[in-house]
């Protein structure tokens, strides 16, 4: 079996997403996209949201978004609310770099890949809270709406000498909102395609020292049929039953709350919960409840004027339990609880980090799995460097597992700045991932003695910091070994380190000001593909691309958005053969009114010229949609 099958075969099991991540279903047009950035060498002042955004996944401290050497963008809180996304997939779309498969409508699993990778390559973080499952190596992405979502910072590429396991396509981090300011109460309701319905509510602010902000939201939605009509039914794929539409709901609470002890002290804990009841489409399981959890206690402290410490004891959860017309199915429930303490040492003119980390696994199902726990303990150090015209960056990781044995990562960057607003950089890093306890424990073809999986990684960048906003262009090249896959050892299949992919490509990404209007541009060129066969990786395109343009105008706000992209390969949902799924082009507005000066009526037009094109073959996607929300935001 080809790596790129198997891998699709391996997701066929689905236990850490809604439902199984079967397939594509189909539809025409080319990739539309503008390519040409034009950017000026001279340097002037930095626009505000270029100088004051600040981002802290690359290197695990605080840097301003032009500073990291690896390839890195931020999505605002404005960003989101001028979007027309309303859930994490959806919004993680526009983004250079990553490809988002989803099979049906919000709440269905979907997936996320970075730069050709595997979709348990890629590190999620609430928080700083790993949320992932231990059975399946993924984050159930599909499960996290926006509306408690205050900033989303995505660092591409191998960056495990930071994170550890499955950082080898990247880190995507989400940060809840928390409170600040005056003490006031927000909140929006809305409508839209579909029978949805929102109700979302929140409270926060500062009182004196204390800082605190409570969420809550609420949506629902009749939805559509996930699987195309052609296909109903199938064997073992989908049931003459699934032409009905398939409804979704989802509650989201989030808390947090700190207290300032003194000036460089604080205190806080944050929790925030996602809870969706999905049906799906399928001949074994059609509906499930899962609710994703993520809670911390943490320390932020600088105790001394050159030494910032920050001690974290967390646990995220994933919990799914599913089932077919109200039969009881399987349940997985994954808890990781974690220990962590960073430290950020000025030494001379640089800056050095030094960590330690706790994980314990603990993974309850009601399957026969020969083991349902282990720990890992790692311990880390990075220096970085900014002097005149030069960066630098190393760091180095040790993790330890109590299973597979430990995994050393590094990385070393470099860049140099050939006027004020331009910025040559290079780095090479190694990575990992961690067998998952499906590939070490479970109940087909598990194999206890398998190794992680490895990672070599290289990239060259220029980037453009000035009046024009932000851009960056990035070639880079990937290659992964000791990829698990299911070989045939008489009389079964059995988990073996076996396989090699490689990718190379060039990113594009650009946020500035483009004839008055806001604008945002993001465009990659990629050759994902499996070493010993030659053929591209399922479910990857060569080239993909968005952009987007917007504008205030007085009391109006308005944003257009194009996604695009190429065809790529998968497998036929009920044949199982090998196909070409066709590219696509989608057109989405987004258009605000301010009714008064705490009021604003937001429209949200998703697909507007209604095409017809897939994600997983199979599966339908969204056609054309409207939403419509009122809100309430006192300034």
Request: aromatic share 8%; net charge negative; charged share 20%.
């Amino acid at each position: 079996m080809a790596y790129a099958t198997r891998r699709i075969v391996q997701c066929a099991r689905g236990e850490s997403g809604t439902q199984p991540e079967t397939i594509m279903r189909q539809t025409s047009l080319a990739l539309a996209l503008a390519t040409g950035f034009v950017i000026p060498a001279y340097a002037e002042t930095l626009p505000e949201f270029v100088g004051d955004t600040i981002v802290v996944t690359p290197t695990g401290y605080s840097q301003k978004l032009a500073a990291p050497l690896q390839h890195t963008t931020v999505i605002t809180r404005t960003d989101i609310e001028s979007s027309s996304a309303s859930d994490l997939p959806t919004l993680l779309r526009q983004e250079s770099g990553v490809e988002i498969t989803q099979s049906g409508g919000i709440g269905t699993q979907s997936a996320i890949r970075i730069r050709g990778s595997e979709s348990d390559h890629v590190l999620i973080l609430i928080d700083g809270v790993r949320v992932n499952s231990a059975s399946a190596g993924t984050t159930a992405i599909d499960q996290i709406l926006l509306d408690e979502v205050e900033r989303i910072e995505i660092v591409r590429g191998n960056v495990s000498s930071v994170y550890g396991s499955e950082a080898i396509g990247g880190v995507v981090q989400i940060f809840t909102r928390q409170g600040d300011g005056q003490m006031k109460v927000s909140g929006r309701v809305g409508l839209g395609t579909d029978n949805t319905r929102k109700l979302a509510l929140a409270i926060g602010g500062s009182l004196n020292d204390t800082r605190v902000h409570f969420g809550v939201s609420h949506m629902q939605t009749s939805g559509f049929s996930s699987a195309r009509a052609e296909f109903i039914p199938s064997p073992l794929v989908f049931a003459p039953a699934d032409t009905d539409n398939d409804a979704y709901r989802n509650t989201t609470l989030n808390l947090a709350l700190s207290h300032r002890l003194q000036a460089g002290h604080e205190i806080g804990i944050t929790a925030f919960q996602s809870n969706g009841n999905i049906e799906f489409d399928g001949t074994s399981s059609n509906h499930s409840d899962q609710t994703l959890t993520a809670l911390s206690i943490y320390s932020d402290n600088h105790w001394l004027p050159g030494w910032h410490s920050r001690m974290q004891v967390s646990q995220g959860i994933d919990d799914l339990v599913s089932d077919f017309n109200g039969v009881a199915g399987d349940r997985f429930k994954t808890r990781n609880s974690q220990f962590t303490w960073h430290n950020t040492v000025d030494a001379g003119p640089g800056a050095l980090q030094l960590g330690i980390e706790g994980l314990w696994q603990r993974f309850d199902t009601n399957q026969i799995y020969s083991d349902d726990a282990r720990h890992v303990n790692s311990a880390l150090v990075g220096y970085t460097l900014a002097a005149g015209a030069h960066d630098l960056q190393l760091n180095l990781r040790h993790d330890q597992y109590s299973d597979v044995g430990g995994a050393t990562t590094g990385l070393v960057g470099y860049g140099y700045r050939l006027t004020p607003t331009l910025r040559l950089s290079a780095n090479v890093s190694t990575a990992f991932r961690a067998p998952t306890f499906n590939e070490l424990y479970g109940p087909f073809g598990s194999n206890p003695a398998l190794n992680p999986e490895r990672a070599r990684s290289g990239e060259a960048g220029l980037t453009y910091s000035g009046a024009y906003g932000l851009a960056r262009v990035t070639a880079f090249l990937s290659r992964t070994r000791d990829l698990i896959n299911f070989v045939f050892v008489p009389p079964n299949f059995i988990a073996t380190n076996i396989d090699r992919t490689e990718n190379r490509g060039v990113e594009f990404s650009w946020q500035g000001r483009l004839a008055g209007l806001d604008a945002r541009g993001a465009l990659t060129l990629q050759n994902p593909e499996d070493v010993a066969t030659g053929l591209g990786l399922l479910r990857r395109a060569n080239q993909f691309g968005s952009i987007s343009l917007g504008r205030d105008t007085g009391a109006f706000n308005w944003r257009a958005e194009v996604l695009a992209s190429g065809p790529h390969p998968d497998i036929h949902a009920t044949t199982f053969d090998r196909i070409t799924v066709p590219g696509y082009a989608v057109l989405n507005l987004t258009l605000n009114r301010k009714l008064a000066r705490e009021w604003t009526l937001t429209g949200k037009l998703q697909n507007l010229l209604d095409k017809d094109y897939t994600l997983v073959h199979g599966y339908n996607t969204q056609g054309r949609a409207l939403f419509v929300e009122l809100a309430y935001a006192p300034n």
